[in-house]
Structure formats: structure tokens, C-alpha cells
């Protein structure tokens, strides 16, 4: 069993019985040593530098969430029991946290949880009746309407309120649920499973800060808001504060429970016996990391000069992915799995949905919830207990989970720095259906911001990958996929595009991060008067079409194409593992000449990201810039300034600045790119479509 | 009465119905007229270039939230309520929709709902069953899991499914909704309040593509869901397609209905016969803005070189913009009015939560609800009606409602392109608690992210703003408040700091938004030999004693102190209209000397905003670099190299490759520095506090 404690500042009931149960003592042996010694510490360093915050966090044995921003216990503990069915997650969740809108969705979590295959999750609802100041919603609910939604929710729900006897009541309620979740369980695992099981719950019931001070200088502390945090704040100047705390602290009767400072025997007693048993010593919440067994991606790789959906590819390895690894490895997608155009895994998997009377699907390792929270709580779970999970959204909606990725990250950082954590996979996000191909959705489908959540975490971690053909993605997802301890986004099209490399090249280029391209490059690529640089799918194409332009209208000019497909490369030297040395950032994109970058995101994260890098003053971001709307996508290539004609203009006016022979003719070359896209321009306003030939496969694949 | 439309791709029934009522032909009179060409318009121009887009968006008159990231509808609708108790929002959720944690939150919004002074809100869950493909949870509840469910959040549901005789059975449910909500209001509008109203809310259960074409290439279309948004998707090249088409719209006797392209005197008899009472015309939802009487800010600030809380003091400003806006300002807060130190506002008013049998507070102006997303809802749906609003936060927490905001600000900026949209006030953000003081909670509050999120939004609604002391928060706020159509972020600290500059100074301070400040620099901030900025309140702190420090080690080195207050001052030339002018910023910042900024966010935001200024290598960033734990102030900026030592160390070795009378004692410098830096981290890590002189006020205020 593990412990998934959601209240804020929830960390020192837990820290206490750790402390009891040695397991402290085992992860710290010098510092919380099972005694006088490792007690005075716990007491001492507790929320302070040094020592454990009042949080939940990875430096707390047994824990698999970080505490602190509210809302995600409930689907973490629900994703860490999905394929494992012996493990059962005890959730306790706030009566604040309840009121959260990702937990309000949590509960549905039940729906998606085959009992054959799976483990089980206690909910635990505390209703303690207050936030930090308000009340709750749930303590201004009644027992019926606390019953009628947790019914209609799908639960079978024990209330747990009676104060003078509640240890017995917890306790038997407690009982009572783990012997419905071993009903549920054995009636499923014998091929007979109940329709609709109604998993139990527990309502806990008692006054915030139940048993500390009733009344401090004459106010309620018992049962009001006043108890949160720090019920006696004067303590150390006010002597009627410093007795209080010592007749509250007094009554527990310390002296008894801990002789010398160590658990008494009556303590002792009801431990498990078994350490790989106790709170903070469960495998399954430290050391259970199981890498996924891969396929070989080439088989599903394109022939060069085609053109390929990156995502139909990434179906079919993701199909051979699942087949692969019938219990470790799972897909949360919040209903967007066919429109991404990543179905083929549904020829291998199901859909794992129980409340679908007609599917009822067994074994399927596709969840379609329409809840990012919910998918991102899922694959956290799933992950922190070793396995490996792939979160496919919409470009524009990935966004919703940038706070979690934020806190998961933290816990992630942490728990690399705590010695007895061992590794844990990746979590893995693929962003496709972008703003550049918004022909159905539009405006508010248009929104690359997840780039910027990834790239302020901490570096050892964050990897950001925009593959531009179908054969770069696959190598992509096969290394994401195969990584360890990262938080690996990946983007790319489901529409058909260029395939621009062989599957080796494909490689090779994704190894290296970013490339020279050859064979869209004039001169092949040496002595360059201008750079061109391509990061993202769409607008690579755009710098592959406006070097073809700048060949036909300027021949002696030297364009350089180079494509960046691991974001981090460019990073400011030292400020990321992937970033490229100062001399291969020199060789690549010189060091005096113009680089234009045609860039994915917002220009803004570009340009933060390059920051450092010599010669800034000649170098140019565009990128998306908030214009759309449901139009063609050459048109959002327009209207972002991202099209091959924008950058051939800006390429144009850039190097006339420097190349001498270009400056007398720059306005004639400027007029004539200008007409060419006045005629595209044209023809979209007319006919409500791009131009065919807008699409025709580059020259010199 | 107006129309919030939660489902995606929903906007054709709202366009088809604005059309009939004349709506589109008021405010498009050239394009979609109520005639034959407005209705070929209508039809060909839908979801392609320069036409409506698919999801309802501000083109759409009568809209007030943009379609498309789903989860937000219901929120908004009571919102929009809220204070309008003549107002009924008609609210559409889909099931899909209703996965999403928003919305199973906001299903709570009737709680915080005064019948006596606000309107009503008709939520019609939608029951279709299917999302893009897989089934909604929804889809597969029973009646009696629904009826539990939407009992238990406190609703008196009716279910509409029997397709035989819907139109009058959906008719009935209306009026008895209808009814239901006049009952409620008039208890309360007579003071006779009804206790826990149970407000009424329709289920309507249909096939999804009800109407549609049955069955398509044998693929059911109809009741499946194949009829997500194009169900005969080769009607253009397939002659089978093409003829089922034909029968389905057939069916409707288009003819008939509309005779000679115009709607049928069947049709016409039925709509409002006043305008303002049409779908499309209701003033509330495009003209309806009323400016907050606001009161003078200068009573309530602070003397200079005293320590003021910047939120206390504008805890007392809310609470007299609260009294002099009794219907037209709220504060919507996730329960931390309290630890934010803004609890001053409830002097005034009161906390509007009518679930809370103790309190049923009648015209509060504060909601705390422990659901940013329900906040943010409320504010958009407040602001869209014509009022102002406040969010308060943690600041780590705000990035929860980051793709929200980003949403409505694509709505703000198509509305503020569409002529017949009138202004709006500003939403206005107050982030506090932020990750520089985190001395109780630690790692998981500290993500100052959000940031990121408004500098990417278009540049004439974004506005961002840390200024350095509570007079000129004061100032700011007071400015955000009277301010129309812009996303405003404040962020500043709730514990007491330094008060640098007098009321009148504040006020010009942050008219400019951002100055030399001659008292902090040597040599009254003239011909500096290094420029050092700050950018939020610590860091700027840290600012001010780096400069006295460098003064007593190096007296003979000018060091001039800027501080930002209004962030996009720094953006690159006309990239934003509060950019300063090249010359301006030259002159804060020269052209050619060392630039040390220590900023209050992520540096790769900074880094980005200020690409494009001259010389940017001699610039350096620091900031919130995902370092930190429950920990004293002065080790956040520590563990940060954002502390004083720091940013002297920096600005030395800027310099010193300058300055050649420097380069002989840098080391010497360092050393110094460093030595005093080894003895504060000593003693905070013996003490577990911060030493006392640190806090000690600048010299020179």
C-alpha cells in the first residue's frame, strides 16, 4: 500500500510515522536515526533550511506526489495502481483540494480502472470545513448531498464523523473498503466481473486542527480557520501562548509513547513487520523503474521523397510499442487519439473505458478522458511507479498541464538529488494538430506556449524536439521513449509532409541535434552569405522553399539551410547539456553572417534561448505571433510572417546590408518576391484555398 | 437572455439562428443581409478564409466566450450573472465538455450565486455520448448516476430524452426552469431567502448527429461518432455522398422555410419583437461597460523610508473601491485573500458564499473558491458583461489559468477588431506570495512562469508590472483598475519592504516605468561604469545593497541603479507601445556599458523581450532559476545568484574588462565579496534564520 496525502502543509503526519516505522532512520541514517538523537532533528530542522518543508516532497520517503499546489492526488494515486494489481493507493484529499477542478474530474478516475488488471485506490475526502481562511463547499454540504454526489459519482461512500469513538470507526471503515475493493477484484479476475462496481470511499469528518488549543486569545482555534498552519505563532515571546502549546503538546503523553526517545513497545507492535511493507519502504514508490522493451522504429520509416503523416507513422510503433509491453506502458489522451491521427494503435490496443457497456475493454492501454488534468495526473502516477506513458494533445491544449509539468518537474529534480531514489522513465508528450494547420479549429486551437513551460525547467531535463519529417519523429519517439528521469516534448504534423531524410540520415541528424542541409542549401552549404534556419515542421518547409526562391532570383547568392531539431542545441553554451560547443555553433552559423530563424514557437522563447551566443545583433526570430484564424495553411504562414517569401525578404534585406554586389538590385529582388505573394495572397482570398503547387516536394531531396 | 455555447465546432446553430433573426444582417449588413446573398455568404463563407470560423469566437454577435479549449462555458455564464440580477445566461455544456475539471468545478458556482442581487444561470448538459471518438462518461451514466450526481452539487434536474416529442418537452423544461428561478429570486428579493435554493438545470439526452444521415460507406453515422463535425466527407467527389446529402438537407424543406432566401413569416413570428432582446443584440454581452468610481490611492500610501506591505496597503484601496462599487467590482480569490495580507477588503464587504449557513453574506464583493479556473471564469465572464474585476494569487499558482487567459485574450483581440464591440475594462492579476519569500512553503510555490504567459499575448493588451514598493503598487493598481481592454499582472510582496520613493514620486515613477535611481547610484547615477537593474521588489532590494556595497569597496566606481516597474518598457523598439525609443534606453542603459539585470522572473523571458536592444553582450540575467526549498529569504537569492554578493560579483567582472584601473584588485574584490558571502550562508545554515542587518534599510532613501 501507498500513501498519497493531498492537504497542504500534510507533510508532518507522515514525517511522524516514518520517523516510527524507521524508515527515516534507513533513508537518513545520520540525521534521523531512530532515537533521541534522529527525533531531536525531525523536531528541530522540521520547515527549516535544511530540513523537511511542510510539504509533501521526494525527500519524504513513500511518496509519490509533491505536495503543495492542489488538485492532482486523486488521479496520481489512480495512475500508480493501472497495471499494478496487488498495489492499492490510500488518497487522502482535503476538503480545500477538493474543491479543485482537476479533482472534481479525478474522481471519475474509477470509470477507467479494470479490476482485473489493475490495483485500487482508497479515497480518503477530509472534511475539515475550512480553507486557509473561507469554508469549504464540501463542509457546507450535508451528508446526504455528500452522498448523492459521491454516489452519482459512481462510489459507494462510508461516512467516518463520529469523534469519541473515531479510531474504531476509521478503522473498520477501512476494513470495510478493502473488502469491497477484494470483492470487486476476485469477482473480475475469475472472468466475472460486476458491471459498474462501486468502488468504496471514506468521508472523514472532524474539526480543523481537532485537538490542538481549543482557544487562544480569544479565538475559536478548534474547528475554525484559526488553526491552519500555526495555531500559537507568539509561542516563543508570549508566556500565555507557551503554556497553551505545552498543556496541548503535554496531553499526547510523550514521555510514554516514546521512552528515551525511541517508539515504545506497544508502537512497535503494530508495525509491519516486513520493511518492504512499511509507509516509506514500498517498492513500488522508489525503486520500480522497468524500461520499456522497444521495437526496432526503421521498419515503420519512409522512403526519402515521399511524404508521410509523422503521427499515422508513430501509430504503427506505437501499435508494435504496446504489443510489446502489455503491462508497462500506457497512452493518456484527452479524445484526440484518431483527430491526431494516431489510431493505428488501436489496431494492437483498446480503448480501456469500463462504464462503456458495449466495450468494455480488457487490457487496452489507451485512455480518452477529456481531462488534461486527469491524463497528466495518470501518467504521473504510472510513471513514479516505473512504468513509461505517452501524453499525444493538441498543440494549443498541453498548455492546460503547464503548472503540473512545473511541480512534477520538481519532484523529479529533487528526488535525482535524494541518493535512495532509483530512475524512472521519461514522461513523454507529443504536440501535434498545431497552429500552422488550423483549416478546421482556428484561433483557439493556436498556441505553442508548452515550448516555454519545458524550457525553464531545470536543464538536466528538459528536452524540446520539432522533427521535420516523419522518419526524424520516429527516431525521436524511439529515444524519448528508451530515456530516463526527462520531460521530452515532441512536435510535430499529422498531416502529410516531406520526408526529407533516409531512416540512417534520419538518425544521424536527431543525434546530432541540428544539421547543415546540403541539399537544400546553395553551394552546399559552404562559404554562406546568409543562414536560414528552419525549427518546426511547417516553417522548415517554408526555409527549404525560400532558399529554392533566393536560388532562382539571386544565384550568386550563398544560402546556407540548416534545420534544428533539438531545440537545446542552441541554448547559450554551458547552460544545457545538448547545447552545441561555441565552435560548432560557429561553424554552423558562422559568426559574422545573417541568421534567420524560422521558428515553431513564439520568437520571444527563441531569442531567450539564444541568448549568449555571439553575434546576436545579426540574427532575426519569427515565429508564431498570435494572427489566425480557421484558414489555410499557407495562410498562417502569411500572417505569422513565416512564409518562404517573408523570409526571403528578410534574408534579402539582411545580407544587403553586408554583400556589396546586392545592394543595387535589393529593391528590385524585394518588388518581385513582393508580387509573388501578392498573387498567393490573391488566389487565397479568392478561392478560400492554398495553391496547389505551394506543396510541391523541395528540390534537391 | 444570453447564449454561452460550451460545445466545440458548435457555432452553426448560433449562426444559422443570428442570421434568421437579422442579427448577422445588423451587424454585417454588406456581407450576411437576411436575404438570398447574406444567406449564400452565410454558407459559403463558413469555417474558410474570412469567413466565421467554426467555434463560436467575438465575431459571433451575442457571444461572450471564445469556443474551442473546452471546460469554461459554465463559469463564465455565472459570471456573467453575478450583479446582473435581470440577466439569465442559457448555458450549453456538451459531455464532452464535461470530462474537463473546469467545468465539474464550476457545477459549485450556484453555491456562491445571491438570487438577490444576481441573476440565474440555465445549465443544459448535453448528453450525446460521443466526444471526437471514444464514448463520455456522461454518455454512459445512467439516469439515476445523473440524477445523484447533479442532486448532490445541489440542482433539481429534468431530463430531456424522449425524441419522439423533444421540441416540447425541452420547451417544458425551460419554462419550469424558468419558473424555478423567478420562485428563488422572489424569496430572496423579498427577504425571505430560500435556504440551499435548489437551482434548476436541464440533461438532454440526444443521438450525436441526431438528423444526420443514418448510415454512411456502412459506418453508422447518426448516433455515433463518425457525425463529429463532417459526416459525408467526399460529398464532392462521390456521387453516393453527394446524393444522401441531398436528402438529408432536403429534409429540412428549405424551400419553405425560407422563401426567395428570406425567413418565412412562420419563422419571423416567433422571434423577439424587440431588438435588444434578440440572441445577438442583448447590450450586456457587446456594450455594457461601466468605469469603477474610484477613489483617490495617495490616503493610503506609506512615507518614504518607512517598511509597508504592499498588499495591506492595497487591501485598504480594495476595500474602498469596494465601497464605492457596490454592483460593480469583485475579487475573485482561490482561497488566499487572507495569507495575501489583502484581507483588508473585508473591513468593507464580506466573503459571497450562500452554502455557508453561518455566514449567507449578502453583497460580498470577495468569492474564495479554491478553483483558479472557476475564478478566472467568474472574472471573464464578469468583465465580458461590463464590469471589473480582480484575481489575487499565489504567484506560482496563477500559471494554473495560463491557456485560459490566453484564450480570452485572442477573444479580447478579434472583439477590440470588430467595430461593433465597445470597450471592456482590463483583467487585472495581483500576484503575491511569491517564490522570493517561501520561508513556509517552498519548492512548490515558487514558479513565477506566468510571466511568460502575458509576454507572449499581442503587445497593445499586455501589460506587466513588479513595482518595487508599495507606493507604487498603489499607483499600479489604481492605473489597472481604470484601464479597458488589457491583461494586467501586478506582482509584488505582502511582507513589509522598504518605501523608496513619496506618493508623487511613485506616481511618476510608474508613469514612466522605469528610472535611474540617483539616491541608490553613485555620482547621482551620471556616467556610470556599470548599470545595474532591478526587476521585482527582493531582487531590486538586492539591486540597491549591491550598489551600496560596491560604494564601499570600490568608491571610485560609478554604479548607476535603474529599476524596472513596467517590464515592457525593456522590449525591443516598437515591439510594444511602452517600449522605450532607442534613444531613451540608451540613455537609461548607455551603449556600451556592462548591463547587470536581476530580474524577478525565469532570465530566459527577459532574455527574449530585450533581443533587438543595442549591444546585447554586455548584458547579462539572473533570475528564478528552480532553486529553493522552504528556506529564509536571503538563501533564495542565494541559492539563486540573485543576492547582493552575487550581483557585485558579476558587476566586478563586467567591469574589470573594461576598466583597467579595475583589473589589478578584481581578484582582491572578489575575494572580499566572497568572504562576506561565506558568512551569511553560515550563519543562516547554523541558525536556520537570516541575519537581522540584512534587512536594514538602504542608505540615501
Redesign the interface.
Known sequence: MLFVIGPGHGAPAALAALWLEGSLGRFYPNKYSTDRKGLNNLIT?F?????F???I?PETPGSIH??????YALAVSFGAVMDNPDLIVTCVVGD??A??????????AI?YLDPAESGAVIPILHVNGF???????FG??DDK??????????YSVCIVEALDRIDDELSCALEWALSEIRHIQKRARQGKPLIKPRWPMVILRTPKGWGGPKKVDGNFIEGS?HSH?VPLSKAKTDKGHLEILGEWLGGYGVGQLLPEGRPAKSILEVLPKTDSKKLGQVKYGYDAYQPLVMPDWRPFAQDKGTQASSMKETGKLLAAVASKNPKGFRMFSP?????NKL?AILDNTG?N?Q?????RAKGGRVI???????CQGFMQGYTLTGRTALFPSYE??L??I??MV??Y??FN??AREVDWRRDLSSINYIETSTWARQE????????P?FI??I????ADAARVYLPPDANCFLSTVDHCLKSKNYVNLIIGSKQPTAVYLSPEDAAEHCRKGAAIWKFASSNDGKDPDVVLVGIGVEVTFEVVKAAELLRTLVPELNVRVVNVTDLFVLAAESRHPHALSRKDFIEMFTDDKPVCFNYHG????????I??R?G??RMT?EGYK?EG????PF?MMIVNGVSRFDLAKRALRATSEQKTSLQAKVDDLLAAVNSELAKVKDY??SE??DPDDLYDMPTGI
Not at 47 to 51: D, H, L, M
Not at 355 to 359: C, R
Request: with cysteine; charged share 25%.
Open positions: 530542522k520547515s527549516v533550511p535544511g530540513g518543508p511542510s510539504h516532497n509533491e505536495g503543495g499546489e492542489l488538485g480545500g483540494e474543491e479543485s477542478g482537476p479533482t472534481a474530474a479525478a474522481w471519475h470509470k480553507k486557509i481562511s473561507e469554508r469549504t463547499i457546507c454540504m448531498e455528500l452522498l448523492a454526489l459521491f454516489s452519482g459519482y459512481g480557520f498552519q479524445d484526440e487519439l484518431e483527430s489510431d480503448r473505458f462504464w462503456d457497456e458495449y466495450s480518452e478522458i477529456l481531462s488534461e488534468h486527469s494549443s491544449f498548455g492546460i503547464h503548472t512545473v511541480q518537474s520538481k529534480k529533487v478546421h479549429n482556428g484561433f483557439s486551437h493556436q498556441n506556449s516555454g513551460a524550457l525553464n525547467l531545470k513564439y520568437e520571444k522563447e527563441l531569442q531567450g534561448l541568448f549568449g555571439p546576436l545583433h526570430v498570435e484564424s480557421t484558414t489555410t495562410d487565397i482570398s478560400g484555398k
